[in-house]
């Protein structure tokens, strides 16, 4: 072992500047890596529907890969634990190294056509935790990939901490925890809840509008045709007492996003379409959220001990429940004839379903408004 480490260390001096500098661009790189796979591989359904957001955005031949999108969600945050793990620490960092720059080689290129082609708005890559737009995230990635360039450049400076035998099983054991810690989440629920519809949060007040927020700005264009000719205008110079133009169409295009609360689209319809929203949200009692966003893909045993505590709750004279879902009303009476569930659904939308809760299903607890508690059905009905 001894041989090893002189062996490695028999190169130049590195330089103390030069030194400082690799050590800081090892630390800040690893750094954003490991949070990066940590927000990932915490809310592994998270991370999975932002991968088919991407798939169905891109269409035809990329739509055949939606299956794979939890294992590559999976693998996408175990990666980038491996590689921010091996730079902060220093374990294989030459093969972190080289690791880093092959992801920014496709990442960087990726992101700059998302920044240009924006086929989704939030790109994705810090999970729920922090918001990136596509330019800031093609900014970000321009950034790191200088950094790694310079790890890249001066590699053969950066030297071993541990024996290779001891350094492969160290990473083997990071790859371990990465995979476990993601399959663990998506079992149960993220160890942490960086959506607005975390444990304490009144979902009213998350639905507010403060008073002066800016409002969307759009430039309206006005489209009229004189003698077979077609001609744009805006709302300065439209003809508008002109009776030789007639009107054609009218375009509006947003020029600035104004103030959007963390909470919108929270809308409850119950089975006749009535918008019971403000009902459920105001009441004081406790009041369950069965959340289904798809009846498809839920755990049938577990939707039919849902009618368990649907029945408490009628029993109750001060606790309430809905079963909440987006699937359509062939799909509800297909599990009703499967399994003799006589509880109602109501509807909500599926992208605020799968935001509230990452279980199908799950359930949470309310309390004016106020979440109470939540709970993956694995943890709810664990008997």
Same mark, same amino acid.
């Given at each position: 072992?001894?041989?090893?480490?002189?062996?490695?260390?028999?190169?130049?001096?590195?330089? #103390?500047?030069?030194?400082?500098?690799?050590?800081?661009?090892?630390?800040?790189?690893?750094?954003?890596?490991?949070?990066?796979?940590?927000?990932?591989?915490?809310?592994?359904?998270?991370?999975?529907?932002?991968?088919?957001?991407?798939?169905?955005?891109?269409?035809?031949?990329?739509?055949?890969?939606?299956?794979?999108?939890?294992?590559?969600?999976?693998?996408?945050?175990?990666?980038?634990?491996?590689?921010?793990?091996?730079?902060?620490?220093?374990?294989?960092?030459?093969?972190?190294?080289?690791?880093?720059?092959?992801?920014?080689?496709?990442?960087?290129?990726?992101?700059?056509?998302?920044?240009?082609?924006?086929?989704?708005?939030?790109?994705?890559?810090?999970?729920?935790?922090?918001?990136?737009?596509?330019?800031?995230?093609?900014?970000?990635?321009?950034?790191?990939?200088?950094?790694?360039?310079?790890?890249?450049?001066?590699?053969?400076?950066?030297?071993?901490?541990?024996?290779?035998?001891?350094?492969?099983?160290?990473?083997?054991?990071?790859?371990?925890?990465?995979?476990?810690?993601?399959?663990?989440?998506?079992?149960?629920?993220?160890?942490?809840?960086?959506?607005?519809?975390?444990?304490?949060?009144?979902?009213?007040?998350?639905?507010?509008?403060?008073?002066?927020?800016?409002?969307?700005?759009?430039?309206?264009?006005?489209?009229?045709?004189?003698?077979?000719?077609?001609?744009?205008?805006?709302?300065?110079?439209? #003809?508008?007492?002109?009776?030789?133009?007639?009107?054609?169409?009218?375009?509006?295009?947003?020029?600035?996003?104004?103030?959007?609360?963390?909470?919108?689209?929270?809308?409850?319809?119950?089975?006749?379409?009535?918008?019971?929203?403000?009902?459920?949200?105001?009441?004081?009692?406790?009041?369950?959220?069965?959340?289904?966003?798809?009846?498809?893909?839920?755990?049938?045993?577990?939707?039919?001990?849902?009618?368990?505590?649907?029945?408490?709750?009628?029993?109750?004279?001060?606790?309430?429940?809905?079963?909440?879902?987006?699937?359509?009303?062939?799909?509800?009476?297909?599990?009703?004839?499967?399994?003799?569930?006589?509880?109602?659904?109501?509807?909500?939308?599926?992208?605020?379903?799968?935001?509230?809760?990452?279980?199908?299903?799950?359930?949470?607890?309310?309390?004016?408004?106020?979440?109470?508690?939540?709970?993956?059905?694995?943890?709810?009905?664990?008997?």
């Amino acid at each position: 072992m001894d041989n090893y480490f002189q062996t490695n260390r028999s190169h130049t001096a590195v330089k #103390p500047w030069l030194k400082a500098v690799l050590a800081v661009c090892r630390l800040f790189f690893g750094a954003v890596f490991i949070f990066s796979g940590f927000v990932k591989a915490i809310d592994p359904l998270g991370s999975t529907y932002k991968i088919q957001d991407y798939l169905m955005a891109f269409g035809g031949f990329f739509e055949h890969f939606l299956p794979l999108a939890l294992p590559a969600a999976v693998a996408l945050s175990t990666i980038e634990l491996l590689i921010g793990l091996s730079l902060f620490f220093n374990i294989r960092v030459r093969l972190g190294v080289w690791g880093g720059l092959l992801f920014m080689l496709v990442m960087t290129p990726l992101t700059l056509y998302i920044a240009i082609a924006n086929p989704v708005s939030d790109c994705g890559c810090f999970g729920d935790a922090v918001k990136l737009s596509n330019t800031a995230t093609f900014l970000k990635n321009i950034v790191l990939l200088a950094v790694v360039l310079v790890l890249f450049f001066n590699r053969k400076r950066l030297y071993p901490v541990f024996a290779p035998g001891m350094e492969w099983g160290v990473l083997l054991l990071f790859a371990v925890a990465g995979v476990g810690l993601s399959v663990h989440c998506y079992r149960h629920l993220p160890l942490i809840d960086f959506r607005p519809y975390k444990v304490g949060a009144n979902i009213p007040e998350g639905m507010a509008v403060p008073d002066g927020a800016p409002q969307d700005e759009y430039a309206i264009t006005f489209i009229y045709e004189k003698d077979g000719v077609q001609q744009e205008f805006t709302l300065d110079n439209y #003809p508008k007492n002109d009776t030789t133009w007639t009107f054609v169409d009218q375009q509006s295009v947003l020029v600035k996003k104004g103030y959007e609360p963390p909470i919108h689209d929270f809308t409850i319809e119950d089975e006749d379409w009535n918008d019971i929203t403000d009902d459920v949200l105001a009441y004081e009692g406790q009041t369950y959220l069965v959340v289904a966003y798809d009846l498809k893909l839920a755990d049938e045993d577990a939707l039919a001990k849902v009618q368990r505590l649907y029945n408490r709750c009628v029993l109750s004279r001060d606790t309430r429940c809905y079963v909440l879902t987006a699937s359509t009303d062939e799909d509800i009476e297909s599990l009703r004839q499967r399994t003799g569930v006589t509880y109602p659904f109501c509807k909500m939308d599926p992208i605020t379903l799968k935001t509230i809760i990452r279980s199908n299903p799950g359930i949470v607890l309310i309390q004016g408004g106020t979440v109470q508690a939540k709970w993956a059905w694995r943890d709810f009905f664990n008997d």
